[in-house]
């Protein structure tokens, strides 16, 4: 069988970023709005840069040190992956020259150090002295001895100190910016009805004769550098030493990563560039990127809206769930039904309820529940030490691995442990990514169990921005072998263990949707109807591709909605296999798997998406929805997002995101059909005012 022609994953991954770019040049979308897709964009490109391109450039380290057999170039993918980004750097810069104009026309302000009049001049000062100066801490380039303490993502000023009369030769000095400790953005005095905006890298411009106050100089000029390291983590295999020790040093080791991008402000002079990729042991294949003025733009995801509402997204107050609000019990409404949640169109709140009823609750014996990533002040982890303070025995495994929150994973392992809750602390080698939490409650002589399997994290932060799916049943068939995963983390038994209902990576996964993906191709030849559409973040996996593309060639109507990484192009391979991606307010991420089989259609929500590392080297979990009624609940949800047309975009093999138009009919945008869609259902609440405790 001929094999599928994939695109490459990390160049259909900026294909995905461009998508977030799309959002920030759209006139759709509020002007705020628009400058924090800005913040987006270049924070999916930090971790992409600290993630995968060194990952990359440790392959073609290795292509070089050793024979190492790859079916690609990873030389090759380096060069058209900067090739790419250069290209949509000039695009960045475009758009944002563009929003700033905007912003001007809206009495928005953003100013520089030279344009400030008397009266800002003396609050910048003020503000400097008060504030600011406490927290910078000049480097001399001339002494620097060591890189290590350059830190990732952070921002410096690279800093020339001169003479007018060039009486004295140059020197220079490297600043590093106080964000986020400080707000990158100062609130300036202004004329009445304009709002101006400074940036704190410009307060600091405007100040840096009094840093600098002990050396002779009279001309001072500052540029903007930043640089990326490589992220990766490297354990080490010392049985003699904790695995949270070991995970400890690994992220200290981090600060030190090699450098994979240096950016720097393509004003800055050759001679203080020069020192300082001499000094910082920069090197061309670090990729050296000439930029503008300011970087670090994540924290524009914070821009604030100096103006009116028309200048962000309408709001959209999470909506109740018909059968869970008003005083009830969740526990009861669990046991007589099966309960589906959406995020963030429902509120969060349920699962903290939940899990406060629980802990209350005399009956309740257990809560078992896996953390992957926790919001920062986590309600969720509070409700759980609440609940051993109430005498439960609570259980919680922790990822310690969830790249980028290891440290705070840590932090909330140990808090729990002295609470007096059960603290399994991560296994080495292989990730647990599933969504999982189970309820034990004696009733009468009998114990029932209570289960919540989700696509998303345990975090009433992400809740309220990512669009998952969360399913709470007291249905034994799965409760049970909920238990039995969480069996796996506590006995560490990880021989193969058999599900009759739940799909669990890496025992079952990719086998269970092989057969579906089977059954449909033999109902196509028998005739049948057959049919699959598939949700998730990314399609990877090369034999799932495969398989798919099998299926399509055989009759089987495949559509696949697909937010991120996509290796797989809408009619690729003589197949006629229908893509598309859906970028907007919110952050696309449940994981929905349906399959038509004949008319009596399995439906799946699944923690994992249809890479290699979910299928096979992570704990994942997909769960069936039997109940009828959900059932139709998420396929109604999948329908609308198919038949978006106004931010739905194609993905095809040349990644160029069209806008998927329809020629006729009603504009279709589905995050807000959707949530219509349940807001229609929340009205039927007996107290139709009752929605708004919804709110986030």
Same mark, same amino acid.
């Given at each position: 069988?001929?094999?599928?022609?994939?695109?490459?994953?990390?160049?259909?991954?900026?294909?995905?970023?461009?998508?977030?770019?799309?959002?920030?040049?759209?006139?759709?979308?509020?002007?705020?709005?628009?400058?924090?897709?800005?913040?987006?964009?270049?924070?999916?490109?930090?971790?992409?840069?600290?993630?995968?391109?060194?990952?990359?450039?440790?392959?073609?380290?290795?292509?070089?040190?050793?024979?190492?057999?790859?079916?690609?170039?990873?030389?090759?993918?380096?060069?058209?992956?900067?090739?790419?980004?250069?290209?949509?750097?000039?695009?960045?810069?475009?758009?944002?020259?563009?929003?700033?104009?905007?912003?001007?026309?809206?009495?928005?302000?953003?100013?520089?150090?030279?344009?400030?009049?008397?009266?800002?001049?003396?609050?910048?000062?003020?503000?400097?002295?008060?504030?600011?100066?406490?927290?910078?801490?000049?480097?001399?380039?001339?002494?620097?001895?060591?890189?290590?303490?350059?830190?990732?993502?952070?921002?410096?000023?690279?800093?020339?100190?001169?003479?007018?009369?060039?009486?004295?030769?140059?020197?220079?000095?490297?600043?590093?910016?106080?964000?986020?400790?400080?707000?990158?953005?100062?609130?300036?005095?202004?004329?009445?009805?304009?709002?101006?905006?400074?940036?704190?890298?410009?307060?600091?411009?405007?100040?840096?004769?009094?840093?600098?106050?002990?050396?002779?100089?009279?001309?001072?000029?500052?540029?903007?550098?930043?640089?990326?390291?490589?992220?990766?983590?490297?354990?080490?295999?010392?049985?003699?030493?904790?695995?949270?020790?070991?995970?400890?040093?690994?992220?200290?080791?981090?600060?030190?990563?090699?450098?994979?991008?240096?950016?720097?402000?393509?004003?800055?002079?050759?001679?203080?560039?020069?020192?300082?990729?001499?000094?910082?042991?920069?090197?061309?294949?670090?990729?050296?990127?000439?930029?503008?003025?300011?970087?670090?733009?994540?924290?524009?995801?914070?821009?604030?809206?100096?103006?009116?509402?028309?200048?962000?997204?309408?709001?959209?107050?999470?909506?109740?769930?018909?059968?869970?609000?008003?005083?009830?019990?969740?526990?009861?409404?669990?046991?007589?039904?099966?309960?589906?949640?959406?995020?963030?169109?429902?509120?969060?709140?349920?699962?903290?309820?939940?899990?406060?009823?629980?802990?209350?609750?005399?009956?309740?014996?257990?809560?078992?529940?896996?953390?992957?990533?926790?919001?920062?002040?986590?309600?969720?982890?509070?409700?759980?030490?609440?609940?051993?303070?109430?005498?439960?025995?609570?259980?919680?495994?922790?990822?310690?691995?969830?790249?980028?929150?290891?440290?705070?994973?840590?932090?909330?392992?140990?808090?729990?442990?002295?609470?007096?809750?059960?603290?399994?602390?991560?296994?080495?080698?292989?990730?647990?990514?599933?969504?999982?939490?189970?309820?034990?409650?004696?009733?009468?002589?009998?114990?029932?169990?209570?289960?919540?399997?989700?696509?998303?994290?345990?975090?009433?932060?992400? =809740? !309220?921005?990512?669009?998952? *799916?969360?399913?709470?049943? $007291?249905?034994?068939?799965?409760?049970? &072998?909920?238990? /039995? @995963? #969480?069996?796996?983390?506590?006995?560490?038994?990880?021989?193969?263990?058999?599900?009759?209902?739940?799909?669990?990576?890496?025992?079952?996964?990719?086998?269970?949707?092989?057969?579906?993906?089977?059954?449909?191709?033999?109902?196509?030849?028998?005739?049948?109807?057959?049919?699959?559409?598939?949700?998730?973040?990314?399609?990877?996996?090369?034999?799932?591709?495969?398989?798919?593309?099998?299926?399509?060639?055989?009759?089987?109507?495949?559509?696949?909605?697909?937010?991120?990484?996509?290796?797989?192009? =809408? !009619?690729?391979?003589?197949? *006629?296999?229908?893509?598309? $991606?859906?970028?907007?307010?919110?952050? &696309?991420?449940? /994981? @929905? #798997?349906?399959?038509?089989?004949?008319?009596?259609?399995?439906?799946?929500?699944?923690?994992?998406?249809?890479?290699?590392?979910?299928?096979?080297?992570?704990?994942?979990?997909?769960?069936?929805?039997?109940?009828?009624?959900?059932?139709?609940?998420?396929?109604?949800?999948?329908?609308?997002?198919?038949?978006?047309?106004?931010?739905?975009?194609?993905?095809?093999?040349?990644?160029?995101?069209?806008?998927?138009?329809?020629?006729?009919?009603?504009?279709?945008?589905?995050?807000?059909?959707?949530?219509?869609?349940?807001?229609?259902?929340?009205?039927?609440?007996?107290?139709?005012?009752?929605?708004?405790?919804?709110?986030?």
């Amino acid at each position: 069988m001929k094999k599928p022609d994939l695109v490459n994953r990390e160049i259909s991954w900026l294909s995905f970023n461009d998508r977030v770019l799309q959002e920030a040049a759209d006139e759709r979308v509020p002007l705020v709005e628009r400058m924090r897709f800005l913040g987006i964009y270049s924070n999916n490109l930090d971790e992409f840069f600290r993630v995968r391109v060194a990952t990359l450039r440790r392959l073609a380290d290795m292509v070089k040190k050793h024979t190492v057999d790859l079916d690609f170039d990873p030389e090759a993918v380096l060069a058209k992956i900067n090739k790419i980004y250069l290209k949509r750097q000039k695009r960045f810069d475009g758009i944002h020259r563009e929003l700033i104009g905007k912003l001007e026309e809206e009495g928005i302000f953003l100013l520089n150090e030279k344009q400030l009049t008397g009266e800002q001049q003396a609050f910048v000062g003020r503000y400097f002295r008060e504030t600011v100066r406490p927290a910078i801490f000049p480097l001399m380039v001339r002494n620097l001895r060591r890189t290590s303490f350059i830190r990732d993502r952070a921002i410096y000023l690279a800093v020339r100190l001169a003479r007018a009369d060039g009486g004295r030769p140059d020197d220079f000095a490297l600043i590093k910016v106080p964000s986020p400790a400080l707000d990158r953005f100062v609130i300036l005095p202004g004329p009445s009805g304009q709002h101006h905006v400074i940036l704190l890298d410009d307060v600091i411009r405007f100040c840096l004769p009094d840093i600098f106050p002990i050396f002779d100089f009279d001309v001072f000029e500052a540029y903007t550098v930043k640089l990326t390291r490589d992220a990766e983590l490297d354990i080490d295999n010392d049985v003699s030493r904790s695995f949270v020790e070991r995970l400890s040093e690994s992220l200290r080791q981090r600060k030190k990563g090699r450098p994979v991008r240096f950016v720097y402000d393509q004003d800055m002079p050759s001679a203080l560039l020069e020192v300082l990729c001499r000094q910082l042991k920069i090197s061309k294949r670090d990729n050296l990127v000439p930029g503008g003025r300011y970087h670090n733009f994540r924290d524009f995801m914070d821009f604030p809206n100096l103006g009116g509402p028309h200048l962000e997204y309408p709001s959209m107050p999470a909506l109740p769930h018909r059968d869970l609000e008003g005083r009830r019990s969740i526990l009861d409404v669990v046991r007589k039904k099966d309960v589906l949640l959406h995020f963030p169109y429902q509120s969060f709140r349920y699962i903290i309820d939940l899990l406060r009823e629980a802990s209350i609750d005399p009956q309740v014996g257990s809560i078992k529940m896996t953390i992957y990533r926790a919001a920062r002040n986590s309600r969720v982890i509070n409700a759980l030490i609440n609940a051993a303070r109430n005498g439960k025995n609570v259980t919680v495994f922790m990822e310690l691995q969830a790249r980028f929150d290891e440290q705070a994973n840590i932090f909330w392992a140990e808090k729990l442990q002295e609470e007096g809750v059960k603290v399994i602390q991560g296994i080495p080698g292989i990730k647990v990514h599933a969504k999982l939490m189970l309820i034990k409650r004696k009733e009468g002589k009998q114990t029932r169990s209570y289960a919540n399997i989700g696509t998303g994290n345990f975090n009433e932060q992400t =809740a !309220g921005r990512y669009a998952d *799916d969360s399913l709470l049943t $007291s249905d034994q068939r799965i409760t049970q &072998e909920v238990d /039995r @995963v #969480f069996g796996l983390f506590e006995k560490a038994v990880y021989a193969p263990v058999g599900f009759k209902h739940l799909v669990v990576s890496p025992y079952r996964t990719r086998r269970f949707y092989n057969r579906l993906i089977s059954q449909e191709i033999r109902n196509a030849r028998e005739g049948k109807s057959a049919g699959i559409l598939l949700k998730m973040n990314s399609l990877v996996d090369p034999d799932m591709v495969q398989k798919l593309c099998q299926a399509s060639r055989a009759g089987v109507s495949i559509r696949l909605i697909i937010r991120g990484i996509c290796v797989l192009g =809408a !009619g690729a391979s003589g197949s *006629d296999i229908g893509a598309i $991606s859906i970028v907007d307010r919110y952050l &696309e991420h449940s /994981r @929905v #798997f349906v399959f038509h089989n004949a008319g009596e259609e399995r439906v799946f929500i699944s923690s994992a998406d249809f890479m290699t590392r979910n299928l096979d080297y992570r704990i994942e979990v997909g769960c069936p929805v039997l109940d009828p009624g959900l059932k139709k609940e998420l396929l109604d949800m999948l329908e609308i997002q198919w038949r978006d047309n106004v931010k739905a975009r194609i993905l095809d093999r040349e990644g160029e995101n069209r806008y998927r138009h329809q020629a006729t009919g009603k504009p279709l945008r589905s995050q807000w059909a959707i949530y219509e869609y349940f807001r229609k259902q929340a009205i039927t609440i007996s107290n139709p005012d009752d929605h708004v405790a919804g709110s986030h």
